[in-house]
Every structure is written in structure tokens, then in C-alpha cells.
């Protein structure tokens, strides 16, 4: 079986993540919105909560088809290819969160926006660590050495978790091990706060968890590519993928599913349903043959990184363009979709026809066949 045609189910399973992320990351209200479309408060999991580790984990799924290219290239070619993408992702991440640059000054012009206030960690930072950490264990470790990895790495964040957080609760918001080791090494100013509290669940100590969802995809996809689209391929990720997730669920019991904390337990299960779903969607594509959805979702996936930089980028835009004494984003939120939908369904639709704007743009790039990788 061909690249072309393995990767036209990675492709889908990558726009889908994508897609979801955008309608979950831009409802018309924060305080409106269908409860499967937040994250989980603190502890527990909700539909949304599965975006953010599927794309890590098709990150790495997507290594498993360029990694092993790298062997025959050399250690040269390797590194300078990582650092180059670890580098261009980081800082992408790193400008988004301090764009729009400027900010109105104490005497009413327009000043730049301190650095020393910019978030430094966040989403797409994360995904470049992950990245770069995953790829120097898969092209210097064998296989079992990344399993091997990948326990301890689950292991020790839940030792540390408990060990240095707070005694009396140790996985609450105030008193996590991983907002700690943030605060010490980033201060506040530095972190998120959208909490209530200066906490990043992006930060730099819970990215080790995250590192696993990314060998995982490594793993799933070169077996894929080395057993090929059979029955018995997707019988056995699914298979995995259901220990994983009962393993999750009895860690659930003293190391809480939680992904602002990304504790070990939720890698587990969010490995295991994406090893439910990856095999689904190959299953359903390249056997069954049923290809007609695919294209919607392919645009996405073709262009992933790309389509959600400029999703972030124009959400904060249409929140800065005033429209009299609200801004544009509320505008289209309250006025438009809210002239004839309810409060709760504005919201969505705003979202979803946001997402629509965005997957747009992607069409042309793909119809222009322009892909914009790193």
C-alpha cells in the first residue's frame, strides 16, 4: 500500500483535530457554550479535552512516515531539521501570544508590549517540545527504549506530582508541583491567567507527559506503515488502545485524568481513544472505501500548523476591530447570529461559521496546492 494512501487517513484524523480545535477555541461567548465544547473545569474529561493530545499524537504519527528516511541521511541532516522546525514552531507560538505587538500607552499612543509580560510557553511551543524531544528518543533510542521512556516519563511526573505538590492535595490548582516549577523558572508575569490564578497548562514541567503522546503516534504509525491497512492492524491498535484506556481509568482512581495538569492517567486515555479512532477512520477510508467526507477534513489536514496559526490570529484581530461600542467578534456573535438563534446556538454558530472562514483559506491553498510546512 502506498505513502499516498496511508497518509490519506492520517490526513483526515489531523483535520479533524483541526477543525474541532478552531470551533472549540472561538465560541461566540465563553460563558455560553454547549458543555461538550469546554474543557473539564479541573479534574474529569470532556470531548474538547481529546483535541489538543490527538494532534500531538498525529505529530508523531506523521514522524513514523519521514523519521526512518533520516537514518540514511545522517545525523547532520536530522538535527538540523529538528532544530530548524523546533525553532520556527516555538517562536510562531511565542510571537502569537504577543501579537498584536502594541498596546494603547499611559498617554494615549500606541507603546510595544512589554516581553516581560508575554506568555512564553503555550500550545504551539508545546508542540514544538514535544517534537523535538520525541524525535531525538525515536532516532537515537530503538523502539523498546521509547516504551521504556515513555513508562518512566509516566512514572516520574506522577512521583514529582505528589512529592512536591501540596501535601494536604497535591493535584489542586493552587497547589500542583507543575505551577511550582513554572512560577520558579518563568515567574507569573510570564504565565497564563486564565485561571484566576498566574497557571500555565502549558507548562514546561506537565510537556513531559505530553512527550508520550507524541511517541505513541510515532509508534501506531509505523506499524501501520510496516503491517499495512489490514484487519488484523486495526484489531490490534484498537486492542491496545482499550487496555490503555482501562489502565487510565484505574490510575484515574489516585493520579486524576486532568488536562491542565496532563497527568499521566490522561495520557493513558487519550492515547487509548485516539487508538480507537485512527484505526476507525483507516478502517472506514482505505477497506471500506467510503472516501466521499474525506476532502472537507483533508484541507485541514494539509495545512494543520498553518490553518491554526491563522485561526489564533484572526480571532484576536476580530476582537480588536471596534464596531461601535463592542468589538467585531461580538458583534457577529450578538447581532448577527444573535438575531435569529438563542444565546447558546449564536455562540456555535459563530464558532462553526468561523471555523468554515478558516477552512476556506485552506481551500484555496489546497485547490492552489500550496502547503505551508515547517
Given amino acids: 500500500m502506498s505513502d499516498n494512501q496511508r497518509y490519506l487517513a492520517l490526513d483526515v484524523f489531523r483535520g479533524m483535530t483541526i477543525c474541532f480545535m478552531i470551533i472549540v477555541n472561538s465560541p461566540g461567548s465563553w460563558d ?6 469546554l474543557h473539564a473545569d479541573w479534574h474529569g474529561f470532556t470531548p474538547t479535552d481529546l483535541v489538543f493530545p490527538s494532534f500531538l499524537f498525529a505529530v508523531g504519527n506523521a514522524m513514523a512516515f519521514v523519521m526512518y528516511k533520516y537514518e540514511a541521511q545522517g545525523s547532520s ?6 532544530l530548524k522546525r523546533t525553532f520556527i514552531i516555538f517562536l510562531l507560538g511565542y510571537l502569537m501570544y504577543w501579537f498584536p505587538f502594541f498596546q494603547e500607552g499611559a498617554g ?13 510557553l503555550g500550545v504551539l ?32 511526573y506522577w512521583i514529582v506530582s505528589y512529592a512536591f505538590g501540596d501535601p494536604n492535595d497535591p493535584y489542586s ?39 508520550v503522546n507524541v511517541i505513541f503516534g510515532y509508534l ?3 506499524f501501520i506503515r510496516k503491517h499495512g491497512n489490514s484487519y ?10 482499550a487496555l490503555l484506556i482501562f489502565a487510565a481509568l484505574t490510575w484515574d482512581m489516585v493520579f486524576p485524568i486532568n488536562k491542565k495538569l496532563w497527568t499521566s492517567s490522561f495520557v493513558l486515555l487519550t492515547v487509548g481513544l485516539d487508538l480507537l479512532i485512527l484505526p476507525a477512520l483507516i478502517y472506514v477510508i482505505e477497506i471500506v472505501k467510503r472516501k466521499k467526507f474525506t476532502h472537507f477534513f483533508v ?17 484576536i484581530t476580530l476582537y480588536l476591530i471596534p464596531v461601535g461600542d463592542r468589538s467585531l467578534a461580538n458583534w457577529f456573535y450578538a447581532t448577527l447570529f444573535g438575531s435569529f438563534a438563542s444565546p447558546i446556538n449564536a455562540s456555535f454558530l459563530f464558532a462553526f461559521f468561523f471555523m468554515l472562514t478558516c477552512w476556506a483559506v485552506g481551500y484555496v491553498l489546497d485547490k492552489k496546492k500550496i502547503y505551508i510546512k515547517v
Fill in 299 to 315: 484541507v485541514f489536514g494539509r495545512n494543520p500548523l498553518f490553518i491554526y496559526l491563522l485561526s489564533e490570529v484572526l480571532l
Fill in 32 to 37: 455560553i457554550a454547549y458543555g461538550p465544547l
Fill in 125 to 156: 511551543q508545546r508542540i514544538a517540545l514535544c517534537y523535538f524531544f520525541a524525535s531525538i528518543i525515536l532516532h537515537y533510542g530503538s523502539k523498546k527504549f521509547a516504551i521504556a521512556f515513555s513508562a518512566l516519563a509516566l512514572l516520574g
Fill in 232 to 241: 488484523e492492524t486495526i484489531a490490534k491498535l484498537m486492542l491496545v488502545g
Fill in 77 to 82: 541532516v536530522f538535527w538540523r531539521k529538528t
Fill in 173 to 211: 490548582l493552587v497547589g500542583n508541583a507543575a505551577l511550582k516549577f513554572d512560577l520558579a523558572l518563568f515567574g507569573e508575569k510570564h504565565l497564563y491567567n486564565g485561571e484566576g490564578i498566574a497557571f500555565d497548562p502549558e507548562g514546561l514541567l506537565s510537556t513531559l507527559p505530553a512527550i
Fill in 220 to 222: 501506531a504509525g509505523d
Fill in 108 to 120: 494615549g499612543g500606541l507603546e510595544v508590549k512589554p516581553i516581560g509580560e508575554t506568555r512564553i
